[in-house]
């Protein structure tokens, strides 16, 4: 019988997040801190128009780029919040979720062979969507000592004639590493340099932690806006991951292209979805805010206490992860994570779920009550405390 499976497709391996995700899902009593979902509920007001969008029966298609007045909220939220200036109507896609936007970024982008820099640890649909795209990744490893940044150096080394894409995973799943303005200009010079496109994935950017400053997208930069796909959504932002609903922004040359590849697969995000977003656009600053205030107090909560525990870990400026560092224990990551898992139902997800540049560290999640953070954090230390005392 002829092999029903694509030869491409069996090379790829299932996320390493889920892989835990799915144990602890089998066992009683465990804290997991592995799946970077807000704990918290959609606001209210959100819920109630995507309520009332059904009421109304607004339950048809909408146009393949999305409902256009869903893409002049985010074009003008986009102005107000990162100077990004975006044609609703030619330059916003709005997908089924960030995912979708790197996937038919990456595909509308992509001949064979051409290389896509990855910095990694980062988030794991980068490469397998690279691999689908028939492009070629190219692996950056970013380092602790730089703060999980990417360096102008790095980049430089990595680059080759067959280079056209970097992707731009800040702030970073799951380091929580951020690139601050003076880090994005050396980045931009060298991809100007090159005559090279990033993507730049922006999930994050309403939770940054740098006192004084808010984050800043590289194609705010001169030269870049034409250069750079900007992802972005409302799952991580607005608390709304079940509502699968991200967008892209970038030149009309490339999101026409990626339009086409979203009517076949896709037709259009779903439409009360849709219209929720429209009101979290409006009216969801002060949500956004409150809920990167919790956040920022959980970060500051998980950094003392691995200070108390002895643990290291680089202080993370974005996101809602900590990445600290076990490489004292002489265990891998996996190892690590399996017996903390076991021994102390606590569920934390591998460095090397991000890459292999993750080794040596755990990726814990603080989407999470603080109530549950202590619980967790309790038993962390018990564990390395028996294991120091081996």
């Known amino acids: ?197 990033v993507l730049s994935d922006e999930i994050y950017a309403e939770l940054t932690y740098v006192e004084g400053k808010e984050h800043v997208s590289i194609a705010s930069m001169p030269g870049m806006r034409e250069r750079t796909i900007v992802i972005n959504g409302f799952s991580k932002s607005h608390a709304m991951t079940g509502w699968r609903l991200g967008y892209a922004c970038g030149p009309k040359i490339i999101l026409e292209q990626m339009l086409k590849i979203h009517q076949f697969a896709i037709m259009c995000a779903p439409t009360t979805s849709q219209y929720a977003a429209v009101d979290a656009m409006r009216n969801g600053d002060s949500d956004v805010a409150m809920m990167r205030e919790q956040y920022n107090a959980r970060r500051r909560y998980m950094l003392h206490r691995f200070q108390e525990m002895g643990l290291s870990c680089f202080e993370p400026f974005g996101a809602f992860y900590v ?33 292999n540049s993750g080794e040596g560290f755990i990726r814990i999640s603080y989407a999470y009550s603080l109530d549950s953070l202590k619980v967790a954090l309790a038993r962390v230390e018990k564990f390395i405390t028996a294991l120091r005392n081996k």
Request: aromatic fraction near 8%.
């Open 1 to 197: 019988m002829r092999n029903p499976l694509s030869k491409e497709i069996v090379t790829i391996q299932p996320s390493g997040i889920r892989k835990f995700f799915d144990i602890a899902n089998e066992m009683e009593d465990v804290i997991s801190l592995g799946v970077g979902e807000p704990d918290f509920d959609t606001p209210w007001h959100i819920r109630d128009e995507g309520i009332y969008s059904l009421e109304k029966g607004r339950t048809f298609y909408t146009s393949n780029s999305g409902l256009m007045e869903l893409r002049q909220e985010i074009a003008g939220y986009l102005k107000r919040r990162f100077e990004l200036d975006y044609d609703a109507k030619s330059e916003v896609i709005i997908t089924v979720g960030g995912s979708e936007a790197i996937d038919i970024a990456m595909r509308a982008m992509l001949d064979p062979g051409d290389e896509v820099l990855i910095p990694q640890p980062s988030y794991v649909s980068y490469e397998p969507c690279c691999i689908l795209a028939n492009g070629k990744p190219v692996i950056i490893e970013l380092q602790a000592e730089h703060e999980f940044r990417l360096t102008k150096e790095q980049l430089e080394a990595a680059i080759t004639p067959k280079t056209k894409l970097l992707v731009l995973p800040y702030p970073n799943n799951p380091t929580g590493a951020v690139m601050e303005k003076q880090d994005l200009e050396a980045v931009a010079q060298v991809v100007e340099e090159h005559d090279l496109y």
């Open 323 to 355: 990445f600290p560092c076990i490489q004292e224990f002489q265990m891998t990551s996996d190892e690590f994570a399996m017996q903390l898992l076991h021994t102390q139902k606590v569920a934390v997800v591998p460095g090397t779920a991000f890459g």
